[in-house]
């Protein structure tokens, strides 16, 4: 799955792009190899848990 070209932070009401987003290690049980989640340069909000295993 591609990244997103633009995520939306509902927090700080920022558009984020796809590349642009911090990427973090999920939490919980999902392998951190495979889902990454994308969070907001900006505030540090939580975007969306994206599948990166085939990179
Ligand atoms: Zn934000």
Request: glycine share 8%; with cysteine.
């Amino acid at each position: 799955m591609p990244l997103p070209d633009t995520l939306e932070c509902d927090t700080c009401e920022t558009e984020v792009a796809g590349d642009e987003a911090i990427r973090r290690e999920t939490i919980g049980d999902l392998d951190p190899m495979k889902w990454q989640t994308l969070c907001c340069p900006n505030c540090g909000n939580r975007l969306k848990t994206v599948f990166v295993g085939d990179e």
